[in-house]
């Protein structure tokens, strides 16, 4: 505060005061303080920003105006590992047969994606889901870049709903790396890359995390109401739409860690998108690609849970002993068939495989389908008339 001699109460302001030493003071120090700017802070840029690997700064100032134009290029793991993966990424078109009003061109009944994974001689090879292919009477493919191309179905499998579809290689320059889907932790970061909703949105990227591991989702096959299948899926809040079936799953290393499938589109749910492991999904594919489908040992058996038959005919036609209530029963056997040749009769009831409780065909499928190959021995244990029996079988090849 001024003193009162020094302010001036007419003009409501102070009067100026001479203060000679205090303005050479002033002045020594901005001089210093200009020095001090002009030798720091070119070595502060030097040391911090320009070090930096993720981004390159650009500052430019037009000379007639205050406007400054800031230029960022940015490059990030994430980034990177979409430029590895994306050209990979293609869509997938369903033409299907029409003859409405006796016009018999093939019209898109639905679009998906699909990742290229290998490249010989001639041919490209596409892995997509089995549900982005059915039913077709011609498949397109269009590329990263929006060429499209004529594209043949190689093979494909219900069970594990994936397809592999064969393309020619000329105009291919990227395939996706494989990456090891065994070795995921729940909270590492995943991108999932796909076409939601068609070419409008081909390409799109979207960023989440692993949000659990060999989650159990039931599959009706044939859509008649009961579960004949359990798919052992990848969960991630990565957005997955209509169109991102077959799509890639990848890492923050760019490689292909899951091939997209579906998402759980309940009204109350956000956030939950599934994709088949490429680990498991690799042997599928490696069989459709070289036999068009996949061989899975057979048994020669016709089943039925036994949860699914009623209690009257469990005590009265399988004669189980009440404690049992779970297992397969045997409808029909396959004549010559490993089991017509180990013994197993209509009514037996499957209760253990290989040491391992089997509840219901589900159970005995999983065992079936994913441990066990062709050629294999398969143990199993039985109820027959209520008196529990063994059995051993090799398991073949289904050449119906």
Known sequence: ?????????????????????????????????????????????????????????????????????????????????????????????????????????????????????????????????????????????????????????????????????????????KIAEFGNSDTLKAGEPVIAIGNPLGVTFSGSVTQGIVSGLERTIPVDINEDGVTDWQSEVIQTDAAINPGNSGGALINIAGQLIGINSMKISEASVEGIGLAIPINSAEPIIQDLEKYGEVKRPYMGVELQSVSDIPGYYQQEALKLPEKVTDGVAIKDISPNSPASKAGLKELDVIVELDGKKVSDLIDLRKHLYTEKKIGDKLKMKYYREGKLKTAELTLSEDNR
């Open 1 to 173: 505060m001024a003193n009162e001699e020094d302010f001036d109460y007419q003009n409501r302001r102070e009067k100026p005061v001479k203060r000679r030493g205090y303005f050479f003071s002033g002045l020594i120090g901005a001089i210093i303080g200009a020095l001090l700017v002009l030798l720091v802070v070119p070595r502060f840029i030097d040391n911090g920003i320009r070090d930096t690997d993720t981004s390159d700064v650009t500052i430019t100032e037009d000379t007639d105006s205050d406007t400054k134009n800031v230029s960022l290029n940015v490059e990030t793991n994430v980034t990177k590992a979409v430029d590895k993966a994306a050209d990979a990424v293609v869509g997938i078109s369903n033409l299907q047969a029409s003859n409405f009003w006796e016009d018999t061109s093939a019209q898109e009944a639905g679009t998906g994606s699909g990742v290229i994974y290998k490249k010989s001689g001639d041919k490209a090879y596409i892995v997509t889901n089995n549900h982005v292919v059915a039913g077709a009477s011609e498949l397109e493919v269009t590329l990263a870049d929006g060429k499209k191309i004529s594209a043949k179905l190689v093979g494909a499998d219900v069970w594990t709903d994936l397809a592999v579809v064969e393309i020619s290689a000329k105009e291919i320059s």
